[in-house]
Nanobody, 118 residues
Framework: QVQLVESGGGLVQPGGSLSLSCAVS????????MGWYRQAPGKQRELAAI??????VYADSLKGRFTISRDNTKNTVYLQMNSLKPEDTAVYYC?????????????WGQGTQVTVSS
């Protein structure tokens, strides 16, 4: 069974940094895309950053502060978050579009809380 296993997150003061990681668990053929969405209280889930092939896309509000990277040898994606602001507080969900024996399917992690507060 394929799963996304997230780690990282927590509480940080404004201006601080946190990193998230998400690893694919289980047997897959390939990763078509992998990244992070986030959902703040009372808001819809939105794209934070995603990488597919050699391309990356960031939410406009995160450009220059967040960096997404991927280690294909470990089937893991990372999100380095710097200069964090209170408005970055949200549950961050790992997302992946994976090719498996079942075909191409979307997978979600369980979510990890990031809280930016003094």
């Amino acid at each position: 069974q394929v799963q996304l296993v997230e780690s990282g997150g927590g509480l940080v003061q404004p201006g601080g940094s946190l990193s998230l990681s998400c690893a694919v668990s289980g047997s897959i053929f390939s990763i078509n895309a992998m990244g992070w969405y986030r959902q703040a209280p009372g808001k819809q889930r939105e794209l934070a950053a995603i990488t597919s092939g050699g391309s990356t896309v960031y939410a406009d509000s995160l450009k220059g502060r967040f960096t997404i990277s991927r280690d294909n040898t470990k089937n893991t994606v990372y999100l380095q978050m710097n200069s964090l602001k209170p408005e970055d507080t949200a549950v961050y969900y790992c997302y992946a579009l994976l090719r498996t024996l079942m075909g191409d399917n979307k997978y979600w992690g369980q979510g990890t809380q990031v809280t930016v507060s003094s």
